[in-house]
């Protein structure tokens, strides 16, 4: 995914947050999940699709540097492990279906595309190369 494409997928990420943060502001939960249900789990079902495309472009896309290829199956294991750790799932949840906002979704992607990179590092440096080579 190009960084043009990226920044498309937030926008319209950003723009299915912003409607269903109105949703949740006009109408009662219980309502959503009943009278609305079809459209409510349509756009939620929407919006985990387009965030985990958007999160895992954003964290794992231009990561640089060569790996051991003997190392290449736990590297891909410990991004995965921070993508899929449970406390950060849970934030971004929260982020994106409880108090739907975009901020906080870019925020914790920040955080998790930083400890990508410090796990590639090390990864990197039992090659013997510097990051980017």
């Known amino acids: 995914m190009t960084a043009g494409e990226r920044i498309y997928l937030r926008l319209q990420l ?3 947050l912003n409607r ?3 949703n949740l502001d006009q109408v009662p939960l219980a309502e959503l999940k009943s009278t609305y249900k079809r459209g409510y789990e349509e756009l939620r ?3 985990r699709r387009m965030a985990a495309e958007y999160i895992r472009s954003a964290v794992c896309e231009n990561v640089p540097g060569y790996y051991l290829q003997g190392e290449t199956e736990s590297l891909f294991q410990d991004i995965n492990g921070v993508i899929n750790e449970t406390e950060m799932q849970r934030e971004l949840s ?3 279906f409880q108090e739907p906002d ?3 979704v870019q925020s914790l992607t ?3 595309r930083g400890r990508v990179s410090q796990i ?4 990197q440096a039992h090659v013997g190369g ?3 080579r």
């Open 94 to 96: 929260h982020a994106l």
């Open 45 to 47: 079902e929407t919006i």
């Open 130 to 132: 510097t990051p980017g």
């Open 102 to 104: 975009m901020e906080r």
């Open 120 to 123: 590639a590092e090390e990864y």
């Open 20 to 22: 269903l943060k109105r």
């Open 110 to 112: 920040e955080s998790m």
């Open 14 to 16: 950003e723009v299915l």
